[in-house]
């Protein structure tokens, strides 16, 4: 039974990845003819098309962009190709379940590690946007204008600002609107932070007022929650402790059984009764770890 069922995971997998690449080319050959008709297409002869980012679906596309990673139709080919090089062979050597779980695992693993990546970028930025703010407020204050405090504070400021506010001071070197060019920024990152301070710059161009004092409130906002998070983190500490500790105890068990007893995993391995009961406790114990995650998540 269990085996049927992976195969036909398997299969729909396969379908699956095999249409996202064929949509994904189709809409790179569609904006292609697009740029050419529009006389947009640039005539060199490199070939920068094998490193044209890919498109991703809009729910990745936030998380990619705060992780600040990229990837390139090219790259993606080649990962889809050995993963699936990889999970036939399996599937003659080792069976279905065992091709199925290595087309799981390894996108779990780097979805994982891009939600991490993410997460430290975002909070590292998160820290120092204050403290950019000033900057900013800091040189509106001696008579430049909002777009040359925004460029020239970003001189002075952290790497990590500098790689998410790159873009916003390229655009306003080619002349784009402050507010235009920091919604974009904010609609692609969806970040909060970023959101208040561009609501705050495009509320200022379209009624006036002094922008330092938005700008010093913002950059006060701004610390009070970073304080509050603190706060959050340190008082419920100790309830995130016991969830992961909760979240590892099915772990540590199967492993110790596993030690004392080497045949204990047989029943599992070769009796089909034992291959329904290990899937069941492996979907219990994802969603178990899912909603002990989500309760664990502090978000304001």
Not at 12 to 41: F, M, P, T
Not at 120 to 140: F, G, K, N
Request: aromatic residues 4%; positive net charge.
């Amino acid at each position: 039974m269990l085996s049927g069922i992976a195969f036909l995971i398997l299969g729909l997998l396969v379908l699956a990845g095999i249409g996202y690449l064929v949509l994904a080319q189709q809409r790179q050959d569609q904006a292609r003819l697009d740029r050419r008709l529009n006389g947009i297409a640039v005539r060199t002869p490199a070939a920068p098309r094998l490193l044209a980012p890919v498109t991703v679906p809009d729910m990745l596309a936030p998380l990619l962009a705060q992780a600040q990673v990229e990837f390139t139709t090219r790259a993606l080919g080649v990962a889809a190709g050995v993963l699936l090089l990889a999970a036939l062979c399996t599937l003659l050597l080792a069976g279905p379940v065992a091709a199925l779980l290595l087309l799981i695992v390894p996108p779990a693993l780097l979805l994982f590690w891009i939600r991490h990546r993410a997460y430290q970028r975002t909070s590292a930025l998160i820290e120092a946007l204050p403290h950019y703010i000033d900057a900013v407020r800091q040189m509106q204050t001696v008579g430049n204008s909002l777009s040359q405090a925004i460029e020239r504070a970003l001189h002075e400021a952290p790497d990590i600002v500098r790689s998410f506010l790159g873009p916003v001071a390229r655009k306003l070197e080619l002349g784009a609107p402050v507010a235009d060019a920091m919604q974009q920024q904010a609609d692609r990152l969806h970040i909060a932070e970023i959101s208040m301070l561009a609501a705050a710059i495009r509320t200022n161009s379209r009624f006036g007022g002094s922008i330092t004092t938005i700008l010093q409130n913002l950059s006060n906002i701004l610390r009070e929650r970073i304080r509050i998070k603190r706060d959050l983190l340190a008082a419920t500490s100790e309830a995130r402790v016991s969830g992961r500790v909760l979240i590892a105890i099915p772990f540590v068990a199967v492993a110790v059984l596993f030690s004392l007893n080497p045949t204990y995993p047989a029943f599992f391995i070769h009796d089909p009764r034992g291959h329904t009961l290990a899937l069941a406790a492996v979907v219990l114990q994802g969603s178990g770890v899912m909603v002990m995650r989500r309760m664990m998540r502090l978000s304001f």
